[in-house]
Structure formats: structure tokens, C-alpha cells
């Protein structure tokens, strides 16, 4: 037999809503779970990563100390990967805001 479906529980469930002092209209209290922001932050730390570690990797290579030349590869791989991901979502988020911004009420 086919199972009834839950509810879908709206977004302002999400995140509380308080009243602000001095203020009548409420005010959210924190911001979403996985918002833009949070994706946006946690790409920029991997991009900020990579490149210490290939910073890292590349000192290492310079005073001959890395026995393991493949692993500055890897690491400049998984920089330029990082760097391509942040500015495809960069690009996506600006597309959609035009988009969002063409839309007429």
C-alpha cells in the first residue's frame, strides 16, 4: 500500500524568528542552514587550503626536502580545481541573481 507523506515543513521552521528590541517587526535570528553564505564560506576555506598546501609542497620541493614529487602535482591539481569550483559558483550565483532581478511583479 502506498504510505501517507509527511508534511513539508516551511523554511521560516527552519530558522527561529525573535522580536528585536525597540523594533515591531521580528527579525531572523540566525541565518539558514547550507545558505549561500556557508557554501560560498566553505569554498573559499578549500581554495585558501589547497593553496597552503601547495605553498607548502612547493617550499619543500625548492629546499629539496619532499621525497615525493607527485604530491606538489596533486596539490596544484586540487588548487586549480578548488579555485575553478569557487568561481563556477560565483558565476552561477550571479546568473541566477540577474535572473531574479528580470522577473516583473
Known amino acids: ?3 501517507s507523506m509527511s508534511p513539508i515543513t516551511p523554511l521560516t521552521a527552519l ?3 525573535r522580536p528585536l528590541e525597540g523594533l515591531s517587526e521580528p527579525v531572523q535570528a540566525e541565518s539558514p542552514v547550507g545558505g549561500f553564505e556557508q557554501i560560498f564560506r566553505s569554498a573559499i576555506d578549500a581554495v585558501k587550503e589547497a593553496d597552503a598546501e601547495k605553498t607548502q609542497l612547493q617550499y619543500l620541493d625548492a629546499t629539496g626536502q619532499l621525497d615525493n614529487p607527485a604530491q606538489l602535482m596533486l596539490a596544484g591539481s586540487k588548487y586549480e580545481m578548488s579555485v575553478s569550483l569557487l568561481s563556477q559558483l560565483r558565476n552561477r550565483a550571479l546568473e541566477a541573481y540577474n535572473e531574479l532581478m528580470r522577473i516583473s511583479l
Do not use: E, G, K, L
Request: charge should be negative; proline fraction near 17%; charged fraction near 15%.
Open 15 to 17: 530558522s527561529p524568528i
Open 1 to 3: 500500500m502506498i504510505d
